[in-house]
């Protein structure tokens, strides 16, 4: 049995759960909207964080706010892809959580969100913690009170 199987869900914190920075696709604030479609098309993913070039966590972005900001009245402007910054398009205000944050805390987070950003004091980037994590372990230690 695996030592994270072993506690109960309220000694778990999002350090136990999170996948850390250098599994996580990103893009960066800078770049332009073309190179954040193709991160999110190639990984399949719905959204991704966005960094700065300190690699600071800046908010998340999706493809539905990319598709819409190149939509014309009849026409997808392609020209755009190029010309908008990833900044002009992300999602800002998104909720972040810390390494030692408690499980019922990211528990209550992940109901609006797929996933939540993790970064330290500083605001640096160190991970994402997703609903599906928060899931299985709420899954694990259902069968486990049996
Ligand atoms: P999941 O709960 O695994 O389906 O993940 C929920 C969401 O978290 C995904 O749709 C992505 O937006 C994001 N996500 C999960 N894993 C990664 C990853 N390795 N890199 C970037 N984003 C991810």
Redesign the pocket.
């Known amino acids: 049995m695996s030592s994270v199987l072993k506690r109960t869900l309220t000694d778990l914190t999002v350090a136990d759960l999170m ?1 850390p920075a250098e ?3 990103h893009v960066q604030e800078g770049n332009p909207i073309e190179h954040a479609l193709l991160v999110l098309v190639e ?1 399949g ?4 964080p966005v960094l700065d070039l300190n690699y600071k966590f800046k908010g998340t972005i999706a493809k539905t706010p990319i598709l819409k900001s190149i939509m014309g009245i009849e026409r997808f402007e392609m020209e755009k892809l190029s010309e908008t910054k990833v900044e002009a398009v992300m999602q800002k205000d998104q909720p972040t959580l810390m390494k030692d944050t408690e499980f019922l805390t990211s528990l209550k987070i992940v109901i609006d969100h ?2 939540a950003c993790v970064v330290d004091e500083e605001g640096y980037f160190l991970g ?1 913690l ?3 994590a928060i899931l299985k372990e709420v899954n694990k230690s259902m069968y486990a009170s049996e």
């Open positions: 996948i599994k996580v696709a990984s993913y719905s959204s991704v797929a996933f994402i997703t609903r599906r």
